[in-house]
Structures are given as C-alpha cells and as structure tokens.
C-alpha cells in the first residue's frame, strides 16, 4: 500500500482540506494517510475527523495516527509538512513584542522581516531533524513544504536536507480569483504567467484571447485607490513598479521600506495597514477552536469537498501521468535569470508521472528583480547563521532586512537581535 505521511496534521482545519482533498481523490484511493504530530490530543481529533471523511465518502484510504515520527515515515511516497515551531505563546508573542519596543511594528512576521527571521532561526532545526529521517526511512519520497517560511524553508530542505522538496503556497492559484473579483473583471479564459520568490511573485502577463488585459487592471486599480480598501499597497506597489504581486497587502506592507514608518504615521491609515494582524488572527482562532471542533470532531457524518490546495493534484498527476501546472517553490537551477541561484524561487511547474518539473522564465522586469533580492539577502543570511551557528549572521539577516533596516540603527538591530535571541531561550539553544 503507497502511503501519504502528513507532519503536522494536529492543524485539524489544513488536515481536513489537503488529506481530506486525497480521501476524495480517485487515484488516491488504497494509500494509507499517516498522521503525526506532537500534540496527542490533536492529532487523535483529526484521526477522528479524517475516518469521519473516510467513511462518509466510502473511501477505501485507511487513515492511522502514529506516536513516532520516523514510523510514520517509514515507506512514505509522498510527505506533507505543516508544522510551526514555538506557536503563538510563546513565540509569536515574542516576535512581536520585542520589536515593537524599539518601534519596529509589524503586520504579519512570518515570511521575512525580523518575526521571519527568528521563526526560520527555531524552525530549521526541526526541518533537518525531518530530512533525516526522510533519508533514513523514505529516501525517495517527494516532500511539499506547506510551512513558511517558505523560500527559507524550502531552500534549507533542498540544500542541506537533501531532500527533493517543492515549496507550496496559497498565494499563487488566489491571485487571478483574488484580483479579478476585487476589479469585478470577469476572469473566465484568463491566462496569467506568474513568477519571483514566495509572497513575492509577480503576475508579469494577463491576458484574455491573446489581449493584454494590463492597462484595464491599472485603470479600475486607480480608480479602487481613491477610496480605502483592503488591497491597498499592492495596487500602489503595481502603480509605482508596474506588476501586481501575489501575496496580500498586509504580508507586503512589511517586506519592503514604503509603508510601515514612524516618521509618516499616516500611511498606516492611508495604505489600511493592520498592525499586529498575526497575533490578532491567532487569539482569535485560538478562542473559536471548541466550536470549530464539535463542528469538525464532532460530526460523525462530516462530509468534503475536494479544496483548491494543490497537495492532492499533484499527487493525483503523478499516479495518473496526467499533467498538471502548478506555482511551486524550488531551487533557481537557471529558472529566473537575474535572481541569484542559491535562492529558492516560485515558478510554474508541470507535474506528471515524472515528478514536478519547473518551467524556464528568464529575466524579470529588473525593477522587479531588485525589489526580490531585497528579500533574497536576509533569506540567504538567515539560512547561513541556522546552518553556521553563527549569532553575526543573525544581525547582518536583520541589518538587510528592508523594513528594519528602514527603521532602526545598526546597533539597535544588533541589540534587538540580542534581546531576541536571550528571549526565545530554549527555542534557540545554539546562541544562548
């Protein structure tokens, strides 16, 4: 029996989407889905939700929960991986709070910036701790990332873990839907072509029946700015530098220099930037989860709908040869040629019964380009003091860091940093 391994499948909600996407999956059918996950009580909710799935359907997928992480993958084709390390309390607490004492806010803190670099910093660990055992146990099995950070992540599992993983992100198959719905353009027979690095991508054509449908989105763009929207700096992002980027407005708000600033408080209204969104959303899913799991755990008949995760069409293109395109993040083998090659980037990816095989792109605009590599460097330094033990490398990631670096002084980042790293403890125990 070919087995699916889902790492992390105590995240009940992403468990039900991606492994109840497979149980409805007619090539999927007779693979065993194993669970793990270091909650106990977690993880026996979704093995509970699952066989609810499983049964309602008449699936013949059989579902087991495991207690030991290498068992699970032990034989594994595919592995799943949606894990975070340190969760909210205490370390997205963490990240948030202690930048905000030296003024630097934040929005998301999960990508890049200093919230990103300190979640990559407690995560890779764990990752390589997994690509071991992959190599021991499931050498060929092909591992899709769900974590973020992602580039990072996704690079680190490729590079050190060796470990064939292609990184996967929401953002790319929402952006057409996300776009267009907000323009009110009818997206039926649209083509886009979308590439750069994870949440930030860029949607470089769009067209309907061979028509650049460009000029049209900048026109009912501008016309969206007049008002307060949700959407707000990536649509002054498109104006300023020509592309609209996949990933929302309150991810980019932080990823570059333009918008998060204490000497011009009044963009944060301008742009409807929500500071602190991330702990917001996390106290307030934390609050809804006894609700949500009579509604999930609960339910012995609970039924699914087959999501628009890609996890499953990819699986379901390499059992069937029947070729599907993905937006994947993988390493740059020459793919975007004026981004450096040890980073990982997000390009279209054909899968089929050879594996997924991602496509050339060549140059991006370079305005572009640049606006990725600003991102790029942290990501790289950041990999450089997780794989060193290196504490410099962790200041010279926040010191290029674009928003930080907007706003702090050198030997602030460097104390910051400091206060960071002595915070976190026992999540970091290599620089203490």
């Known amino acids: 029996m070919s087995k699916i391994t889902f790492i992390g499948a105590g995240s009940t909600v992403f468990a039900k989407n991606v492994l109840g996407d497979c149980i409805a999956t007619a090539a999927l059918q007779g693979f065993e889905l194993a669970l793990f996950d270091i909650d106990h009580q977690r993880l026996k909710d979704s093995e509970n939700m699952l066989n609810s799935i499983k049964n309602s359907s008449g699936s013949t997928c059989r579902i087991n929960a495991y207690s030991d992480r290498k068992e699970a993958l032990r034989g594994a084709k595919y592995v799943i991986n949606a894990i975070q390390v340190g969760g909210y309390d205490p370390c997205t607490i963490t990240d948030f709070e202690i930048p905000k004492k030296y003024g630097l806010r934040q929005t998301i803190a999960d990508t890049v910036g200093i919230g990103g670099i300190f979640r990559n910093l407690r995560t890779i660990p764990v990752m390589l701790d997994f690509a071991a055992d992959v190599r021991e146990v499931c050498p060929d099995a092909l591992f899709l990332n769900y974590t973020n950070p ?4 996704t690079n680190v599992m490729n590079t050190y873990g060796s470990v064939q993983t292609v990184g996967l992100c929401h953002s790319v198959q929402q952006c057409i839907p996300g776009l267009f719905g907000h323009l009110g353009i009818d997206q039926t027979g649209v083509q886009a072509k979308i ?3 994870n949440h930030m991508a860029w949607l470089l054509e769009v067209t309907k029946d061979g028509k ?21 700096v990536r649509y002054e992002m498109m104006q300023k530098f020509g592309y609209y980027i996949t990933e929302s407005s309150e991810h980019n708000a932080e990823y570059h220099p333009y918008f998060i600033k204490r000497n011009y408080p009044e963009l944060i209204e301008r742009f409807q930037i929500p500071l602190d969104e991330y702990p917001r959303r996390c106290v307030e899913q934390i609050g809804r989860w006894q609700q949500l799991r009579e509604e999930l755990v609960g339910n012995h008949e ?3 709908e087959r999501s628009h995760e890609y996890a499953s069409y990819i699986l379901e293109a390499i059992e069937t040869n029947v070729p599907f395109k993905i937006g994947g993040n993988v390493m740059n083998t020459g793919l975007i040629t004026n981004l450096p090659r040890e980073a990982c980037v997000e390009v279209p990816c054909l899968v089929d019964s050879s594996g997924v095989t991602p496509t050339f792109v060549g140059d991006l605009p370079p305005q572009c380009a640049a606006l990725n590599r600003t991102n790029i460097g942290t990501q790289l330094l950041t990999i450089e003091a997780a794989i060193t033990g290196k504490k410099e490398h962790i200041y010279h990631a926040a010191l290029l860091d674009p928003h930080t670096a907007a706003e702090l002084s050198m030997d602030d980042i460097v104390n910051m940093c400091d206060e960071l790293i002595a915070a976190h403890g026992d999540w970091l125990p290599q620089y203490q």
């Open 150 to 153: 992602m580039a990072v992540l």
């Open 302 to 304: 609970l039924q699914h």
């Open 212 to 232: 650049d449908l460009y000029p049209e989105i900048k026109r009912r763009a501008a016309e969206k700015q007049l008002e307060p929207h949700t959407d707000m």
């Open 195 to 197: 590439a750069g690095i």
